[in-house]
C-alpha cells in the first residue's frame, strides 16, 4: 500500500482519483483503513464530498480515526450539520471518541450557531475526561467565544490547566469579536505582565480592538511594539494596522503604512479601500482601485464590496454598473457578500429595477440579498414592496429572520397593516424569533397604530431593556398624547441610572411640548448639558418648540440665536412660535431673514406664516404669502387653503373667502369648510350657512369639532330640527365629541382637569370646592344684579 499513497498527491481532479480508486477496488486495496482514509479525504479536498461519503460507506468497519476524518471533511465545506449528524451517528454505534473528534465537532458547532448542542458535546467532553486535553480546551474556548457566550469562554479560560499563547489569543479574539473591545485589552494587559512573546495573531485581535475603541495613544504604542520586535511585517498584521489608525481618525499613519509595505497584497489594498470609505473619501477610494488593478493584483469579493460602497457613496450609476460587470465577468455573482452590497449601490442610484434584477441574480438561497432589498423599500417609502417581497421570499422557500421580520413589521406600522403586523407578531412566537430587534419593532408598530397597551405589555415582558427599546416605548407614549406617561418613564431611566442618548431626551422634550410642562422642560435643558450629551439641530429645533408651546418666548429664541447651524425646519418652528402667540410681525421678520439668508421655505414654513398672519388679522400680509408659494414651487395644499380661508373668515371677508373655496384644485375638506363656518358664527352671517348647507352636509369627515360647530351654530339660531340632525349624523357615523381639558401647573407638577373627570385622587375635594364656588357666584350675581351699573363697575374695579 506504501507504494499507492505517493499518487494521491499527483492527481489533479477527481476523474483521476475515481480510476485510482477503481483501481484499489479491484486489487482489494480498498479495505486498506490507510488508502481509505486517505481517498476521503483527497476527494473532499477536490471538492466532492459525496465521493468522500462513498469511499467511506464502501468501508466495511470504520475506525474512530476514519470518522473524525470525514467529519473534518465536512467541516472544510462548511456542512456543519452534517458533521453533528456523524457525531450523533458515532455515539450510537458506540464508537471511541477522541481528542480530535471533539475538536472537529466543536468548531461545526460554532459553525452551525446552535449553542444548545455545542453544551451538550461540553458535556460529553467531561463525561468522556477530555475536558483537560490542551486541544479540546481551546476548541471549547473557540466555540463559545463565537457563539457569543463570552463570558463562559472566560470559564473555560480560567480553568485550564495550561495557558499557551493561543489559548490567551482566543480570548483576547472572543472579546474583541463580540463587541467587548475594553475587556479584550484588558486580557491583553495580563498577558503581557506574564511575559510571553507575541505574535502577529494576538497583535490581529488587539489593533482591532485599538481601532474599535479609537484609542489613537495605544494604537501608536502597539504599532510601535509591533516594528521594535519585527511582528507579523509584512503580513496580514500592516492591514490591520491600516484599519486600526483609519478607525482612529489617523488617514495619514495609514497611508504612510501602506505606501511602505514591501508586498502590498489584495488584504492591504482592500484595508486602504475601505479606510478612504469610512473617512467619506470615496473618490479616493476608487483612485486606490485603480492604481491596485494596474499593479496586476485581482480583486477578491471583499475588495469588491468595498468599491461598490464608494460607488454608491457617491451615486455612481455608471461606474457601479461598470463593476458589477467586472463582477459578472471574473467572479462568482452567488457569493453571499456581492448581493447586498449591488443592491445597496442601485439602491443610492434611485435604479430600484437594478435592484430586483439583482435579487433575482443571488437571492436565490441568500437571504441577505432579501433582507437588504426588504430595507431598501421600507428606508423609501416604499412599504407594500417591501411586504410583498416576504411574500416572495417566503414562495422561494427562505425562512425569514430577526433582520426580515424587523423590517417587515416597521413597514406595517407605517401603512397601518394591523392585521398582518398580527401575523408576524404569531409567525415570531411560533418560531422563537424574539430577539430586541422584533420586540423593538413589534412595540413601534402598536404605538403607531394607537394600541398602547399592547405596546406597553411587550416593553414590560423585557427583561434587560435597551436604550433603544425605552426610546421607542417613549416616543410610542408622546406620539399618542400620552405626554405624562413619557416623562414617567423618562423619569424612571433617570432615577434607576440608566443609558440615555440624545433620542431619548429628544422625545421627553416634545413630551414636555405637548403638555405644556415648563418647568420640567426646563429640567431636561439644565440635565441635557450636565448629562454630556451633544445638542444637535434636532434638540435645539425641540428645545425651541416646547419653549414656545409653553409661552416662554424669550428662552426660545434665545436657543434659536445660539445655534450654530439652521435649517428650514428650525426656522420654521421660531416662526410657528411668534405666530401661535399673535406676533405676526416677528413671524414676517423671522422669515424675510431666513430667504435673505438662502434658506428656501418648504410647505410647514408656508404654513406657520399664513397661521401668524391669520392669528394677528393681516390679510393683505397673508394673501402675499400665498402667492409668493409658488415663486418657491411650493403647491398649496388643504392645510394652506385652510389658513388663508380661515384667515378672511375671521375679518369678515366671508364672500371672498367662499370665493376662494369654489376656486381650489381640488374639493374642500372639513378644515377649510370648518373654517368657513366659524367665521359665519363669529359675525352671526346665517345667510352664509344656509347657502352653504348642502356642501356642509355633504362634507364627509370623522373631525367631532367640525360637526360640534355646525350643531351649535343651528342652536343659537333656533334652528333645533338641524341642530338634532347634525347630531344625529354623528350618532350614526359613531362619532363622539371629544371632551375638552385644562392643564395647571403648580410646584412643578402639572396637573389636567376635563368635564367629568374622576381620576384624580382628590376629586370628591374638588367638586366640592366648585360647587361652593358656583354657589358663592350666584349669590353675588343676584346681589349686583339690583346696583346700577356704576355700582357694579366699581365694585368690579374693587375687586381687581
Not at 423590517?407 to 406600522?413: G, K, M, R, T
Request: charged residues 20%; contains cysteine.
Amino acid at each position: 500500500m506504501a507504494l499507492y499513497m505517493p499518487l494521491f498527491r499527483t492527481y489533479a481532479n477527481v476523474r483521476q482519483l475515481t480510476q485510482l480508486h477503481a483501481h484499489l477496488f479491484v486489487t482489494g486495496l480498498h479495505h486498506d483503513p490507510q488508502a481509505s482514509t486517505k481517498l476521503i479525504e483527497s476527494y473532499a479536498q477536490m471538492g466532492s464530498l459525496h465521493s468522500s461519503r462513498l469511499a467511506f460507506q464502501t468501508f466495511h468497519n470504520p475506525d474512530s480515526f476514519m470518522w473524525g476524518v470525514l467529519i473534518k471533511c465536512h467541516i472544510w465545506s462548511h456542512f456543519f450539520g452534517e458533521a453533528i449528524s456523524l457525531y450523533n451517528e458515532m455515539l450510537y454505534n458506540e464508537i471511541r471518541m477522541n481528542e480530535f473528534i471533539f475538536s472537529s465537532v466543536l468548531r461545526a458547532c460554532a459553525g452551525f450557531g446552535d449553542l444548545r448542542i455545542g453544551e451538550k458535546v461540553h458535556g460529553k467532553v467531561i463525561k468522556c475526561g477530555f475536558d483537560i486535553d490542551a486541544i479540546v480546551e481551546t476548541s471549547l474556548l473557540g466555540m463559545y467565544g463565537d457563539l457569543g457566550c463570552t463570558g463562559d469562554a472566560r470559564k473555560v479560560f480560567d480553568n485550564m490547566s495550561v495557558r499557551d499563547l493561543v489559548s490567551w489569543s482566543s480570548i483576547i479574539s472572543s472579546y474583541v469579536d463580540n463587541g467587548e473591545a475594553n475587556e479584550g485589552l484588558e486580557m491583553f494587559r495580563l498577558l503581557i505582565l506574564k511575559g510571553f512573546e507575541l505574535d502577529s495573531v494576538t497583535m490581529l485581535s488587539v489593533a482591532e480592538a485599538c481601532g474599535e475603541l479609537g484609542f489613537l495613544r495605544l494604537a501608536r504604542s502597539l504599532h510601535g511594539y509591533t516594528v521594535r520586535r519585527r511582528i507579523g511585517s509584512p503580513g496580514p498584521l500592516d492591514g490591520s494596522l491600516v484599519v486600526m489608525y483609519s478607525k482612529c481618525g489617523d488617514l495619514a499613519s495609514a497611508e504612510r503604512i501602506f505606501v511602505c509595505m514591501f508586498n502590498q497584497s489584495v488584504a492591504s489594498w482592500t484595508a486602504m479601500i475601505s479606510c478612504y470609505n469610512r473617512g467619506g473619501r470615496f473618490k479616493e477610494a476608487l483612485e486606490v482601485f485603480a492604481d491596485m488593478l494596474e499593479s496586476k493584483v485581482e480583486p477578491n469579493a471583499v475588495t469588491i464590496m468595498a468599491v461598490l460602497g464608494s460607488c454608491a457613496g457617491l451615486s455612481l450609476f455608471k461606474e457601479g454598473k461598470s463593476i458589477h460587470c467586472y463582477v459578472a465577468k471574473h467572479m462568482d455573482l452567488d457569493d453571499d457578500s456581492l448581493g447586498p452590497a449591488l443592491i445597496e449601490l442601485y439602491a443610492k442610484c434611485g435604479q430600484f429595477r437594478h435592484c430586483e434584477n439583482v435579487l433575482q441574480t443571488t437571492g436565490k438561497r441568500n437571504i441577505v440579498s432579501w433582507n437588504m432589498l426588504i430595507s431598501v423599500y421600507a428606508s423609501h417609502g416604499l412599504f407594500l414592496e417591501a411586504l410583498a417581497l416576504i411574500v416572495q421570499m417566503q414562495i422561494q422557500g427562505l425562512i425569514p429572520d430577526s433582520f426580515t421580520l424587523s423590517s417587515s413589521i416597521s413597514a406595517c406600522a407605517n401603512v397601518g397593516f394591523l392585521q398582518l403586523g398580527h401575523q408576524l407578531h404569531g409567525y415570531a412566537i411560533k418560531r422563537h424569533i424574539l430577539d430586541e430587534f422584533v420586540l423593538n419593532s413589534l412595540i413601534d408598530m402598536y404605538s403607531k397604530c394607537g394600541l398602547m397597551d399592547l405596546a406597553y405589555l411587550l416593553f414590560y415582558s423585557i427583561q434587560f431593556r435597551s436604550v433603544v427599546a425605552w426610546n421607542t416605548m417613549i416616543c410610542g407614549f408622546c406620539q399618542n398624547g400620552y405626554s405624562s406617561e413619557a416623562i414617567n418613564l423618562f423619569d424612571q431611566m433617570y432615577l434607576n441610572c440608566l443609558d440615555m442618548n440624545e433620542v431619548t431626551f429628544l422625545a421627553a422634550i416634545q413630551a414636555c411640548s405637548q403638555m405644556g410642562h415648563l418647568e420640567k422642560g426646563k429640567w431636561l435643558h439644565h440635565r441635557l448639558i450636565t448629562y454630556g450629551i451633544k445638542k444637535d439641530l434636532y434638540i435645539d429645533t425641540a428645545l425651541i418648540d416646547m419653549y414656545a408651546k409653553c409661552g416662554d418666548l424669550r428662552t426660545a429664541r434665545g436657543v434659536f440665536n445660539s445655534m450654530s447651524e439652521r435649517n428650514v425646519v428650525s426656522w420654521s418652528v421660531m416662526i410657528a412660535g411668534y405666530g401661535m402667540h399673535g406676533n405676526a410681525d416677528a413671524s414676517i421678520s423671522l422669515f424675510t431673514q431666513m430667504v435673505q439668508l438662502g434658506i428656501k421655505p418648504n410647505n410647514i414654513t408656508f404654513m406657520n406664516i399664513l397661521s401668524a398672519c391669520s392669528h394677528a388679522g393681516y390679510v393683505e400680509e397673508g394673501k402675499f404669502y400665498f402667492n409668493l408659494m409658488k415663486d418657491y414651487g411650493v403647491q398649496p395644499s388643504s392645510e394652506h387653503f385652510a389658513c388663508l380661508v380661515d384667515l378672511l373668515s375671521r375679518v369678515g371677508n366671508l364672500s371672498e373667502a367662499y370665493r376662494m373655496i369654489k376656486s381650489m384644485p381640488f374639493p374642500a375638506d372639513a378644515s377649510i369648510w370648518g373654517a368657513l363656518v366659524n367665521g359665519c358664527r363669529i359675525h352671526q352671517s346665517i345667510d352664509m350657512i344656509r347657502r352653504i348647507e348642502r356642501d356642509l352636509l355633504d362634507t364627509k369627515t370623522d373631525d367631532t369639532g367640525y360637526y360640534t360647530l355646525l350643531s351649535n351654530i343651528y342652536a343659537e339660531e333656533g334652528n333645533w330640527k338641524e341642530s338634532r340632525k347634525v347630531r344625529s349624523v354623528m350618532k350614526r357615523i359613531g362619532l363622539k365629541k371629544v371632551p375638552g381639558y385644562s392643564t395647571i401647573e403648580l410646584e412643578k407638577k402639572v396637573y389636567r382637569f376635563g368635564a367629568g373627570d374622576v381620576s384624580h385622587w382628590q376629586v370628591k375635594e374638588i367638586y366640592s370646592f366648585l360647587e361652593n364656588f358656583q354657589s358663592l357666584a350666584l349669590e353675588q350675581a343676584c346681589n349686583l344684579s339690583s346696583w346700577s351699573n356704576n355700582e357694579i363697575q366699581a365694585e368690579c374695579i374693587t375687586n381687581l
